[in-house]
């Protein structure tokens, strides 16, 4: 692991998770409410509890591993385990996990794609 990919793993871990709340609600305001947020990029894990407005349930969704996977020339992206409190979200989820994504190359970013693959890279367990 690189020295930048090492720096951007602990600024990740380093924020805090009211922040994020925060800035999403300023970004998601009149439509929905982020009530909580957990990101444990160790263990690849995020939970999002979110209030959609004029609804009286909130929505929860649960990501058990997820990362980059990167050959020479493309990014793919892939979500390992995903469930929700939801049943229609779940057959919507399905659709989602266990297949790859591949991640268009946005060109002012290009330089950045293989240190972000670096950051999000999916461990194996060899």
Do not use: C
Request: glycine share 4%.
């Amino acid at each position: 692991m690189s020295y930048k990919t090492s720096l951007i793993k602990m600024a990740i871990k380093l924020t805090p998770n009211v922040m994020i709340t925060w800035v999403a609600n300023i970004v998601l305001k009149g439509i929905a409410e982020l009530t909580a947020f957990s990101f444990d990029l160790d263990t690849r894990k995020v939970h999002v509890q979110t209030m959609l407005y004029g609804e009286t349930e909130a929505i929860e969704v649960w990501v058990d591993g997820f990362g980059i996977i990167s050959d020479k020339e493309s990014y793919t992206f892939i979500i390992q385990q995903a469930q929700s409190n939801k049943p229609w979200l779940n057959n919507l989820l399905v659709h989602f996990v266990g297949k790859e994504w591949k991640i268009p190359v946005i060109p002012q970013l290009e330089p950045y794609f293989a240190l972000i693959a670096d950051v999000f890279k999916v461990e194996t367990s060899e």
